[in-house]
């Protein structure tokens, strides 16, 4: 068809775990996993997709290079896993590397071509499947596998020890206090109304933000704790790499933690694969229909606090603003409208973005793509030409991104292509917009 | 050779379509049982919504944005399955056989319908040879489910016209009829059966656990 090659980017995830791999290994567990832990939806999807293409346009890859069929939803099914049904016993370990590429790194998961799928076909899932066999087997880039090690260890993303932990909260609350004569980060308080979760990369690159939501919590008055112990980081590599039993092992110590504090509901920071990750992969791998405790994302809490009166707005946000919808928390739990309406709240000058609510592009980033790391960013920023181009046409300078891996990406596509904006956290203009009164100033 | 084709052989279509259909009907019931999430998510409301959203011509963004392929395939389908069902000489059949009617088409809609499907067959088969996303996901059985999905259409029109000899023109239709619907349930065409069913999880997904629109 001459397709242009895909350029060849050194991974040692991949280059060296290739050695160890034989045809007998792979087939083991290909097998395995198709016929123990795959059933009614991914055979049923297998036997259903007609090949009709139509799933194409959904995906941000497909769009920004150039139309290549070898990025479209589909396209990635047929180099994949129609390959690994045709010849389960005689895959090379090439083959698999080729998998890993195309699973982990070009495909977010986002589940905009489930949407877009006739049949409602889950291709997300079908990658993910694809994932699980390249975990199986440690085809893992060597980034996002060092996540899952973390996990797997640390019990949270970053390799964060649990000194670091709670002095990162004391220097927080100090900073916080600083600012709010009372604002305080009460570790370890039973029965409060919220168990506040963040992911570790908070405590350790972005410490600000929980100095941040320390300042929110004690304008609010809310009744608010967070863990000392392990538990507190709600972010889940394991869940993208394939690695459904770390990620397990992650969600359930999330969910206990809250529950061991008997607190009243997890509200959660600003991160969509962290919220994608408690409220619905995490409780499907461990047999819960639902999370144990009721469970809410940072845009809905700031909706709650904003739309009751908790939180007063002093003046809004002047900048024009537009808006990145995370995939996992507005495809994924319907928190759009919220969004909306919390910006509404708190901006002047607001441009919808176009195509936007569960129809708004992947930022390219969420899916663990991200966490592939360095050796994947310039096919990750190029994969998403069509999101530079959608930010573009709002003009805006500010994108507002309740979300932490969208956040990351849109920087990169902004610097990538140029786009002159920037990215705050919805916190962020809150921080600048609330009301604080006189008595709480410090 | 007409007498087998026009009797034993469509038993024989019946008796294999439905069978297979069952099959794979109860496959998929069992299956859907190892697949911890599937009963406990369903939701009759998400399910009906979602299928109300893609069984509505437009009703959904990508048929609207590709709105060709919208036209073409609801015509398609419609014709494929009604026209047959209410053709007068499919329905003379039965009713000499088992001396029971029903409601039939005109004989000018039967045609135009047939010819409806032959039309859009060509489409389909234009788009997926043109269309770089679709030919890169096409293999051999693609062109032939399509063929074996217009062979019928094809040859019922050309015995209706009387363009070669009636007698086995009217043969090779029954054949490729009788065909077409005994590989419905064990190849891609099973999608007629599976069609409602991926759509209602989906829809249940989306609607139930996501609380998002999924069209």
Not at chain 1, 94 to 115: D, G, Q, Y
Not at chain 2, 100 to 116: D, E, H, N, P, R
């Amino acid at each position: 068809m001459g397709l242009p090659a895909i350029p060849i980017v050194s991974d040692p995830g991949l280059d060296e775990t290739v050695k160890g791999l034989t045809p007998e290994k792979i087939a083991k567990v290909v097998n395995r996993i198709i016929d123990s832990e795959t059933a009614a939806r991914f055979k049923v999807y297998m036997k259903t997709c007609v090949h009709c293409g139509l799933c194409s346009d959904a995906c941000h890859w497909f769009l920004s290079n150039d139309r290549d069929p070898r990025f479209s939803p589909v396209g990635k099914v047929k180099q994949t896993l129609w390959e690994i049904i045709k010849r389960k016993d005689s895959l090379d370990p090439a083959f698999l590397k080729e998998c890993s590429r195309i699973a982990h790194t070009e495909c977010n998961v986002c589940r905009r071509c489930s949407m877009y799928c006739p049949f409602g076909i889950d291709i997300a899932y079908l990658l993910m499947v694809v994932r699980r066999i390249c975990s199986e087997l440690e085809m893992v880039p060597q980034f996002l596998q060092d996540t899952v090690n973390s996990h797997s260890v640390t019990m949270n993303q970053m390799w964060v020890k649990q000194d670091e932990w709670i002095d990162t909260l004391q220097w927080q609350e100090e900073e916080a206090k600083g600012e709010i004569k009372t604002a305080r980060i009460p570790l370890d308080k039973e029965g409060a109304d919220v168990f506040y979760s963040v992911i570790a990369p908070e405590p350790k690159i972005l410490a600000q933000l929980i100095g941040n939501i320390a300042q929110i919590m004690a304008v609010a008055k809310v009744d608010w704790t967070m863990p000392s112990f392990d538990g507190w980081d709600n972010s889940n590599m394991a869940m993208y790499s394939g690695d459904f039993e770390t990620m397990g092992r992650v969600e359930r110590y999330h969910h206990e933690a809250a529950l061991k504090l008997k607190a009243r509901r997890i509200v959660m920071g600003e991160c969509g694969h962290a919220f994608r990750g408690a409220a619905y992969d995490g409780p499907k791998w461990l047999g819960w229909k639902q999370p144990p405790i009721p469970l809410i994302h940072a845009v809905d809490f700031y909706h709650e606090l904003i739309t009751t009166g908790r939180i007063k707005i002093a003046r809004k946000f002047k900048t024009p603003v537009t808006v990145q919808e995370p995939c996992n928390i507005v495809r994924g739990r319907g928190l759009g409208k919220k969004l909306r309406e919390i910006i509404a709240a708190t901006c002047e000058d607001f441009t919808p973005p176009y195509p936007d609510f569960e129809h708004n592009y992947c930022c390219g980033a969420g899916g663990g793509v991200i966490n592939c790391g360095p050796p994947w960013k310039t096919s990750r920023v190029k994969g998403n030409e069509v999101k530079a181009k959608q930010l573009a046409e709002t003009k805006a300078k500010i994108i507002i991104t309740p979300c932490h891996n969208c956040h990351s990406g849109i920087e990169d596509i902004i610097s990538g292509y140029k786009l002159g904006m920037h990215v705050k956290f919805f916190s962020e203009i809150l921080m600048e917009v609330m009301e604080i009164p006189d008595e709480l100033r410090a | 050779m007409y007498e087998f084709v026009s009797g034993p052989l469509v038993w024989i279509a019946f008796i294999v379509f439905v069978s297979g259909m069952v099959y794979q009907f109860v496959t998929m019931l069992r299956s859907a049982r190892k697949d911890k999430v599937i009963y406990p998510y369903m939701s009759l409301k998400y399910s009906l919504r979602s299928l109300f959203h893609w069984m509505i011509p437009f009703a959904s963004r990508n048929m609207r944005d590709r709105y060709e392929v919208t036209i073409v395939t609801f015509l398609f389908h419609i014709c494929l399955i009604l026209g047959p069902i209410f053709l007068l000489a499919h329905i003379a059949m039965f009713a000499f056989a088992w001396g029971f009617k029903w409601q039939t088409l005109s004989q000018v809609a039967g045609t135009y319908m047939t010819i409806v499907v032959i039309l859009a067959s060509l489409f389909l088969l234009l788009r997926r040879l043109m269309m770089p996303e679709i030919q890169f996901v096409t293999d051999p059985s693609d062109y032939l489910l399509l063929a074996i999905a217009a062979a019928p259409f094809i040859t019922g029109l050309a015995a209706n016209q009387q363009w070669f000899d009636y007698q086995t023109t009217v043969i090779v239709h029954i054949i490729t009829g009788a065909v077409m619907l005994m590989l419905i349930p064990f190849t891609r065409l099973s999608h007629m059966l599976f069609f409602p069913f991926t759509r209602a999880y989906m829809g249940s997904e989306f609607g139930a656990v996501r609380n998002a629109r999924d069209w």
